[in-house]
T-cell receptor, first 107, second 113 residues
Framework: ELKVEQNPLFLSMQEGKNYTIYCNYS?????LYWYRQDPGKSLESLFVLLSNGAVKQEGRLMASLDTKARLSTLHITAAVHDLSATYFC???????FGAGTRLTVKP | DAGVIQSPRHEVTEMGQEVTLRCKPISGHNSLFWYRQTMMRGLELLIY????????DSGMPEDRFSAKMPNASFSTLKIQPSEPRDSAVYFC???????????FGPGTRLTVL
């Protein structure tokens, strides 16, 4: 059974700092997705990573995929308060989601 | 584009009642997904359709749950009879094959008393 593990599950960081969220998965897959969810809201697609070595960037967020290590990272650069949300990764095989990382950015 | 449309947005019902959740995918999208989100279990894929055909329903919790997609623009998720443990937010999502980006609807918050 495919397992998707995110860490950390909770992340509190100061504005201006950098940090990385990790997403490990247990079986072979060449597609990985990152989503953002604000409290009480739906999920918004951030990145779709389709191949080994894929790297995508949007603003202060950068996502990468290493299919050999079965690992994806979501890197946050110079965090701002607006990035506070829960971030999910999902693996394509059966669209299994990680537990989510609840990010809080403090001034 | 109106995005994925779900109705109702909120539903409160009593245990034992039938509940029907509805979803209209984005026009032109040929895959549709139903998810359930709870604090305890996170986000779970219940079932997904491709070209109106159910492909994987292994996530459907039990026989009380059923889903249909009679045409490309409409799907339903039915719970009969409902139980308090079914209380959750149910999301519908759609995507267009080969484009890979999945779009989520606003969700239906179901409370079963």
């Amino acid at each position: 059974e495919l397992k998707v593990e995110q860490n950390p599950l909770f992340l509190s960081m100061q504005e201006g700092k950098n940090y990385t969220i990790y997403c490990n998965y247990s079986t072979t897959s060449d597609r990985l997705y990152w989503y953002r969810q604000d409290p009480g809201k739906s999920l918004e697609s951030l990145f779709v990573l389709l191949s080994n070595g894929a790297v995508k960037q949007e603003g202060r967020l950068m996502a990468s995929l290493d299919t050999k290590a079965r690992l994806s990272t979501l890197h946050i650069t110079a965090a701002v308060h607006d990035l506070s949300a829960t971030y999910f990764c999902a693996v394509d095989n059966d669209m299994r989601f990680g537990a989510g990382t609840r990010l809080t950015v403090k001034p | 584009d109106a995005g994925v449309i779900q109705s109702p947005r909120h539903e409160v019902t009593e245990m034992g009642q039938e509940v029907t959740l509805r979803c209209k995918p984005i026009s032109g999208h040929n895959s549709l997904f139903w998810y359930r989100q709870t604090m305890m279990r996170g986000l779970e894929l219940l079932i997904y359709f491709n070209n109106n055909v159910p492909i994987d329903d292994s996530g459907m919790p039990e026989d009380r749950f059923s889903a249909k997609m009679p045409n490309a623009s409409f799907s339903t998720l039915k719970i009969q009879p409902s139980e308090p443990r079914d209380s959750a937010v149910y999301f519908c999502a759609s995507l267009r094959d080969n484009y890979n980006e999945q779009f989520f609807g606003p969700g239906t918050r179901l409370t079963v008393l």
